[in-house]
């Protein structure tokens, strides 16, 4: 089978993960996602992976707590989701490292670059936990400073939302989305696709992007076979 791309990062968020319970893990999307990475895996794709923390925690919303406290609490809420997917993936016979930016070694491994990549060529999936570490740092900056040290071909950004638009297509009916845009437009429009930090840490490394809906995890093989799914991000499009 010809692959549009051989090695990704798929960023989940943790809202996706906890579907319509808002809180806390979805067993059933665990299972739907887990199964489609497994496909993914099968087909011979080198897959890195960053689980946002949202749907155990909120750092931004903690009302009246030190910002430094609230992130480092959402990056343990990170290593609860990477540790449940991998428990996931392994049920699946999938061989799966959790890679931790912050050492807990009774937990996971630390995370080390060349250590990651080797377990990429040896066709293991591997998790990243934990951010980049720092506060006042997203998962999708994460996930993007990850892909650029794995050399990734591209960033899979799983939301709740299937692709971008000019407007929160929740709040506004007539919402237009974008098959294609540009990072720097992105950036100069405010859309929100990613935080500005990781919007220009993609653009400056050239790494393209692809938005897309995880409520169909399908949509994971449809992007790896180079079918036209949500939106694709890029310097020049």
Request: hydrophobic share 45%; with cysteine.
């Amino acid at each position: 089978m010809e692959l549009k791309y051989r090695r990704i990062m798929l960023k989940i968020s943790g809202e996706a993960l906890s579907g319509d319970k808002g809180m806390g893990i979805d067993a059933a999307i665990l299972t739907d996602i887990s199964d489609k990475i497994k496909t993914a895996w099968e087909m011979g794709v080198e897959i890195g992976i960053v689980v946002g923390g949202g749907n155990f925690w909120r750092g931004r919303s903690s009302s009246g707590m030190d910002r430094t406290t609230a992130d480092h609490m959402g990056m343990l809420a990170t290593v609860m989701n990477s540790l449940a997917l991998q428990d996931a993936l392994e049920a699946r016979g999938v061989p799966t490292r959790v890679q931790t930016a912050i050492d807990m070694p009774r937990i996971a491994e630390p995370y080390i670059r060349r250590r990651a990549v080797r377990h990429l060529e040896k066709k293991r999936v591997v998790i990243f936990a934990c951010g980049t570490g720092n506060p006042y740092f997203s998962t999708d900056t994460a996930a993007v400073l990850r892909a650029a040290e794995i050399d990734a071909d591209v960033i899979l950004l799983a939301k709740n939302v299937d692709a971008v638009y000019d407007s929160d297509p929740k709040l506004n009916p007539d919402a237009k989305k974008f098959d294609k845009i540009s990072y720097l437009d992105v950036l100069q429009r405010q859309l929100g696709v990613m935080d500005s930090t990781a919007t220009s840490l993609c653009m400056d490394n050239n790494i393209p992007l692809l938005v897309f809906s995880i409520k169909n995890p399908e949509n994971i093989i449809k992007v790896l076979k180079g079918e036209n799914v949500g939106t694709f991000v890029a310097r020049e499009v």
